[in-house]
């Protein structure tokens, strides 16, 4: 999945349209339904084809459900438009967040995943931009609200976050400081993170930074995985850790 040229951001927040989203794509369990995971595209891409390469995969027991991101103008291509989880200006750790967006996606994960059986395990994942939107549905769900402070009540078992990065990350150690039960979920919640050394769109350092903030701030089950020739794509390698860990965590069978 590349991110490509036309592949980073979101935009005009004033407009209603920012957050209308396009088309989603289910993969259907093949064996017993047991975890449903929604999987974020990264900017410029769609879900149609990270349905794809996720219905190759040899998990039978997972659901996958991959929405398509709202078209809009993306300051980082100078508001030129296209799929976008949010607006984004500049990938850094120090650049404002569009937390308008980042809420709008979390809440239309959270809004796929509402109607799943009590008893199927729930999950987010992501590559890129939607990497740093599943982190973010991880801040959401140990919080126990969004950013706009509206609550949020999906119980996430695991996330996955490929070439990404964490948005909101200033903030979060304060945040879960100052509440035991965010701090005891943030410990438990199992997150794997994979990046390429050589990643040319998101940085090496981004995917570094945000494991070391999430760490830092008390995410214990933290996993991250890098790859020495990997750039702003995927290889089998990667993804077969995935499933690994994905059966592992979410205690799959067969």
Known sequence: MNFNSSALG?????????????RTYVVRPKGRH??????LHGLGDSGSSW????????????????PTAPTRPVALFGG???????DVGEISEDAPDDLEGLDATAA???????????????GVGGFSMGAASALY????????QYGNGNPYTLNLSVIVGLSGWLPCSRALKYRLERSQVARSLAAS??????HGRVDDV??????????HNLSSAGFRNLIFRTYSGLGHYTIPEETDEVCNWLTRNLALAG
């Open 10 to 22: 979101s935009g005009n927040r004033s407009n209603r349209s920012t957050h209308e989203f396009g």
């Open 51 to 66: 349905s794809q390469l996720l219905e190759s995969f040899p998990l039978p027991n997972i659901k996958w459900i991959c």
């Open 202 to 211: 998101i940085a090496y350092m981004h995917g570094e930074n945000s494991a």
């Open 137 to 144: 549905s991880s801040m959401c769900h140990v919080l126990g």
């Open 189 to 194: 919640l199992p997150i794997l993170l994979c």
């Open 80 to 86: 030129f438009p296209c799929t976008a989880w949010c």
């Open 108 to 122: 239309h994960v959270a809004n796929l995943l509402s109607n799943e059986p009590s008893d199927i395990k729930l």
């Open 34 to 39: 047991q975890a449903t995971i929604v999987w």
